[in-house]
């Protein structure tokens, strides 16, 4: 239930969930946590970790993680912007039929030995007549060290086993490989 409420430009913060990480192998909420009651959930990594040099993604379910869309079941697009690029210089990166949501580490691979941080805001995912949207943005460092912010956007898409208008219930933030090492992730949900 929650237990603070925080006031930011655009509505109220319900703390939902604070997960403390270790060794965990993703970070899940499920249809207890992401219900018709917010049309907004926003997701917060703070001071996190990964166990491997690697990127990570965020997946919707529509049974309660029973199943994941996979095959064709996302769209994205983002911006990856690094320190030692030259100006105005950025990779882009965009899919119409992705198999994951990837937020961090695509196309410059997240280094485990630096914190990341990383904020995710969803878009009324229990909606029936629309695709589910989601922005995120982040920052961390890449394997050589330098630092790199992300940008993008994404839904969960019909077909390839995407949610398209069946609401999402579930929601899996999941490492390539490896795991997260360690951090604090905290669920909101915006009224």
Do not use: W
């Amino acid at each position: 239930a929650a237990s603070r409420l925080k006031t930011y430009i655009g509505g109220t913060h319900t703390l939902l969930q604070t997960v403390t990480l270790s060794s965990s192998a993703n970070v899940t909420f499920d249809s207890s946590l992401i219900t018709t009651t917010y049309k907004k959930y926003v997701v917060e990594f703070i001071s996190c970790k990964l166990v491997n040099d690697t990127y990570m993604s965020l997946f919707g379910s529509t049974d309660n993680g029973s199943n994941y869309g996979t095959s064709g079941a996302y769209q994205i697009t983002g911006a990856i912007f690094t320190s030692d690029f030259a100006s105005n210089s950025l990779f882009t990166r965009n899919n119409n039929g992705s198999d994951d949501m990837t937020l961090i580490g695509n196309a410059v691979t997240v280094d485990n030995g630096y914190f990341f941080n990383l904020t995710v805001e969803i878009y009324d995912p229990t909606a029936t007549s629309i695709e589910k949207g989601v922005l995120f943005r982040g920052f961390y460092n890449k394997t050589d060290g330098n630092m790199a912010a992300v940008y993008g956007a994404g839904t969960f898409r019909s077909g390839g086993g995407g949610a398209g208008s069946t609401a999402v219930n579930n929601i899996k933030f999941q490492p390539s490989n490896g795991g997260l090492a360690s951090g604090t992730v905290k669920l909101y949900g915006v009224n």
